[in-house]
T-cell receptor, first 114, second 113 residues
């Protein structure tokens, strides 16, 4: 099936630094979603993108739906300790079967040194 | 409060002993899905359901069964668990299709000895 390649797999940064992560695919996706998972909990939606080229912000978070529909990035500005967690990209593949599922990336584990 | 609940949250069992993990949502969502999360592999879909009595295989369905007799419930059944099914399992639901925002349960950590 379709796959999403998410990078980096892990990040170790200082508090206050900006963060950038991305997802790429060889297939077209109709929707891109970015989730965050805190330890011991299920993923929670951060940002949803529905149109190629769309750039959306949610507080210190900014995400973009790539113009080719094959990639997306998430930026976090001025990181704070509560940003620690695992970030997942997810996409709805194109085609009839694609409407029935989300494909998830491998995740980016973010660690912040105070 | 709108939520997806899973039970149990933690389970240790032995090879071959049938088990069921329950999932329930109170948001009247049509779509429900089960995922397993393993280190370095992200979330992989096991089974999904578009509505009552409509289920289909995801990417890793081997060794699992599901049923959708009521809209709110979507249990995951392991008829004969094996150690390679040791994982963290998540149930999720969404309005309409699976391509919409999916709301996740808190997870069930399963260990099969």
């Amino acid at each position: 099936g379709q796959q999403l390649n998410q990078s980096p797999q892990s990040m170790f940064i200082q508090e206050g630094e900006d963060v950038s992560m991305n997802c790429t695919s060889s297939s077209i996706f109709n929707t891109w979603l970015w989730y965050k998972q805190d330890p011991g909990e299920g993923p929670v939606l951060l940002i949803a993108l529905y149109k190629a080229g769309e750039l959306t912000s949610n507080g210190r978070l900014t995400a973009q739906f790539g113009i080719t529909r094959k990639d997306s990035f998430l930026n976090i500005s001025a990181s704070i300790p509560s940003d620690v967690g695992i970030y997942f990209c997810a996409g709805q593949p194109g085609g009839i079967q694609g409407a029935q599922k989300l494909v998830f990336g491998q995740g980016t584990r973010l660690t912040i040194n105070p | 409060e709108a939520q997806v609940t899973q039970n149990p949250r933690y389970l240790i069992t032995v090879t071959g002993k049938k088990l069921t993990v329950t999932c329930s949502q109170n948001m009247n969502h049509e779509y429900m899905s089960w995922y397993r999360q393993d280190p370095g592999l992200g979330l992989r879909q096991i089974y999904y359901s578009m509505n009552v009595e409509v289920t289909d295989k995801g990417d890793v369905p081997e060794g699992y069964k599901v049923s959708r007799k009521e809209k709110r419930n979507f249990p995951l059944i392991l008829e004969s668990p094996s150690p390679n099914q040791t994982s963290l399992y998540f149930c999720a639901s969404s309005f309409g299709t699976g391509g919409n925002e999916q709301f996740f349960g808190p997870g069930t950590r399963l260990t099969v000895l």
